[in-house]
Nanobody
């Protein structure tokens, strides 16, 4: 069974940084891994993805501020967030698709506030 566990969320001031981690119970080598977020009253949105070749893809709203990376040996995907804004406040989820099934973590809360 695939399990995804996010960590690293918390309270940060505007302009600050956080690093989220997503630990997978199975290999991430041959799948695209994605980070999504969902703010109160809004739909879940794609924030960033990392391809099987390690190439990053970002939503326009986070380009230049967020960096997605992975450690295949640890089956872990990271989301490093810099210059954070109030509008980054949301629950952040990682996602893995495998064998036509989509798996989600439980999410980690990120709050940007002074």
């Amino acid at each position: 069974q695939v399990q995804l566990v996010e960590s690293g969320g918390g309270l940060v001031q505007p302009g600050g940084s956080l690093r989220l981690s997503c630990a997978a119970s199975t290999t991430i080598r041959s799948v695209i891994m994605r980070w999504y977020r969902q703010a109160p009253g809004k739909q879940r949105e794609l924030v960033a993805a990392i391809t099987t070749g390690g190439e990053p893809v970002y939503a326009d709203s986070v380009k230049g501020r967020f960096t997605i990376s992975r450690d295949i040996a640890k089956n872990t995907v990271y989301l490093h967030m810099d210059n954070m804004k109030a509008e980054d406040t949301a629950v952040y989820f990682c996602q893995k698709r495998m064998s036509m099934t989509t798996y989600w973590g439980q999410g980690t809360q990120v709050t940007v506030s002074s």
